[in-house]
């Protein structure tokens, strides 16, 4: 018998009582038996396929603290599993070796999503992020889990430096959002109007529809008139149009037929269909013309707000994921120390800060421990050389 087989008997022994004669006896059963118990645990396997990769990291976790205590590795435990067959596990092993496949799988799954991600540019900026932290994290638990929650896997992984590349390719990533919101928010603001900009809906009304013109133009008094004018005759709607006060050689002249004042036809045209409220209106005396088109806020108005919306979408959701980073890189590099928290983000916060600084965009993240980064976004002048000006 090999060295290695007879460790797994000496292995299986050790498990007494735990294991029935049946159990023992698979090591000896056909193959086709074992495939046909193989598709049996896959089965089961299969119910557990769709839960959410934390809970099977929690599991997982749970189980190699287990193996801690009884002084066995994960590595061992598996050759063990395979040893025995799938006929009449110990639960516990059963339990186990589900949690195995499915983190396994679950890796493997999501490192095909962040392949995919990291070069298709029909995916939202942040989902691409997100499967590439995600996958940073199966990764780093299965790493964990499979080395039995070792020191020197951590150190190892401290120091792979295709890992570090991967964490600041996603912090760049998020760093250049962050930035691009702020940069853009900064600029909607000095576009979004300080009123809300109605826009009349339905369609223009037809001038012609409320009076007629006057043709020839109502005769004006020319030659050095004008200095003779009153107040009164200024104010004269058969002389001058109300709206402009320009004389009607200017412009035609228009009759409404409701209240026979004459208007500029061209204003008249511009203010029954301008926004104003009383637009409907003779914008001499007030009668009411017609009724009041119906308003809403304007097109241009609804695209900024819907921009804004979408940058505070953006920017809540970029720092979640550097949030998810900074604790990711506080697990890896910084052994989860309280201390440590926030460290990785610090960085990034400070090239946030220096852009904004550079470009003069009046916004900067401050030290705040009240806050879940450590970091609160504030609007602040720069003063020269990039200092905060609160
Ligand atoms: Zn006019
Ligand atoms: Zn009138």
Redesign the pocket.
Known sequence: MSTLRSSLFEAINRLQPELSPSAQAQLTIPMGVVQQRRQAFEDRIRQHRHEPNYILIERALRNTDELIRQDRTYADQLRLAEAIGLRSLPPYLRDFLRDHDNLHRATVRSRLFADTAATNTAIDIFARVEVRIIHLRNVYSLNIIRETRSQAERIRMRKDPALMKEMHDCTDVLVDEIYRVLHRYEQLQALLPEETELENVGPDHNVNDFGSDISPAPSYTTTLAGLFETEDDKLDHTQRCCICLDPYTDHPAFK?S??N?VIGKTCLVTWLNGTARNANC?P??R?ELCTRRARQVSSRTIALQTEEEELNTCFARALGLMHGLDHLANQIYGDDAEATRGAWTGDAVVEINRRCFENGVNFGFTKDVRQSLGWRLRRIEWARGGVLVA
């Open positions: 409404l409701l209240c004042h003779c001499f005396c009668a």
